[in-house]
């Protein structure tokens, strides 16, 4: 638990880092001869990062470090499966102890992907098209997203208390791990994946339909993976992992577009659907731009 906490923080760190660079790029002062102004990718209407939101990434960030230092309960207040978890685990766990740990740590390459995925459309809005404005907007929802799925997350493990299914919570002595609902691992890599998802359908980032549409399935395939190979390695039941990843793409999609992309006319979009061109069979990826 201490190092997903750590891993949260560097994630914060690196969104603020990012955040302030590009501010300080917007900020800088005009040459006597500047180019003509090519404009923003962030548009008009849309509304720019509020103070409000800002007040609320403190305080979850806070909220879930001040949960992370009190540390898990001792003792679970919940153990066993629920519905159909036991019977996904009974064909999905790992038949040895050597498979769920490989398992284990693939699901923490992956989950380590993450956040890589968004602070690259971050990393594109600055270097590619050298507009601090998007770029600072970002940054800064990002680290907004993140901040509403740790807090959720660690206040979900103090509430909830569920143990994992490879513990040993009834054996004295044996190890016993309270952190199993929801999955944070998937939650995080969801997270990702809805932020990137928004972007690259409201933002076009690459300016390719194909490719926008790429970066939104690579992200998505990322985040299922991540969730598959935590109850394979027999860390999570099947309701952690559904769970985590449907609240975690919630808050990465939900926070840009809710709060953001919604706002005004939509002139640039991706979306997959019948192509008559190709046959009554085929499927096409348009984009407005």
């Known amino acids: 638990m201490l190092r997903r906490g750590r891993f949260l923080l560097l994630c914060a760190a690196l969104s603020v880092l990012t955040a302030e660079r590009a501010a300080l790029a917007q900020s800088a002062p005009l040459k006597l001869d500047p180019p003509a102004p090519t404009g923003s990718l962030w548009r008009a209407e849309w509304p720019q990062y509020r103070t409000s939101e800002g007040v609320l990434t403190a305080v979850s960030v806070l909220a879930a470090g001040a949960i992370l230092i009190a540390g898990p309960l001792e003792h679970p207040?919940?153990?066993?499966?629920?519905?159909?978890?036991?019977?996904?685990?009974?064909?999905?766990?790992?038949?040895?102890?050597?498979?769920?740990?490989?398992?284990?740590?693939?699901?923490?390459?992956?989950?380590?992907?993450?956040?890589?995925?968004?602070?690259?459309?971050?990393?594109?809005?600055?270097?590619?098209?050298?507009?601090?404005?998007?770029?600072?907007?970002?940054?800064?929802?990002?680290?907004?997203?993140?901040?509403?799925?740790?807090?959720?997350?660690?206040?979900?493990?103090?509430?909830?208390?569920?143990?994992?299914?490879?513990?040993?919570?009834?054996?004295?002595?044996?190890?016993?791990?309270?952190?199993?609902?929801?999955?944070?691992?998937?939650?995080?890599?969801?997270?990702?994946?809805?932020?990137?998802?928004?972007?690259?359908?409201?933002?076009a980032l690459f300016g390719n339909p194909v490719l926008d549409v790429a970066a939104c399935a690579l992200a998505a395939t990322n985040a299922l993976?991540?969730?598959?190979?935590?109850?394979?390695?027999?860390?999570?039941?099947?309701?952690?992992?559904?769970?985590?990843?449907?609240l975690g793409f919630g808050f990465g999609y939900g926070v840009p577009v809710l709060l953001h992309y919604s706002y005004g006319k939509k002139s640039d979009s991706v979306s997959i659907g019948p192509d008559p061109n190709c046959g009554p069979n085929c499927l096409g990826v348009h984009g407005t731009f």
């Open 77 to 203: 207040r919940w153990q066993g499966g629920i519905l159909f978890d036991d019977a996904v685990r009974n064909q999905l766990r790992g038949r040895t102890e050597y498979t769920r740990h490989a398992f284990r740590r693939a699901g923490d390459y992956t989950y380590r992907l993450s956040p890589v995925l968004p602070v690259l459309d971050v990393v594109v809005a600055a270097v590619g098209y050298h507009d601090p404005k998007l770029a600072t907007n970002l940054a800064l929802l990002t680290l907004e997203a993140y901040s509403y799925t740790g807090f959720t997350y660690y206040a979900s493990t103090e509430i909830f208390g569920r143990a994992r299914p490879d513990s040993q919570c009834d054996v004295p002595g044996a190890a016993c791990e309270t952190q199993s609902f929801y999955g944070g691992h998937a939650a995080i890599s969801a997270t990702g994946a809805g932020l990137v998802c928004a972007n690259h359908t409201r933002l």
């Open 225 to 246: 993976l991540t969730g598959t190979t935590r109850i394979v390695a027999d860390r999570h039941y099947t309701s952690d992992v559904l769970v985590g990843t449907g």
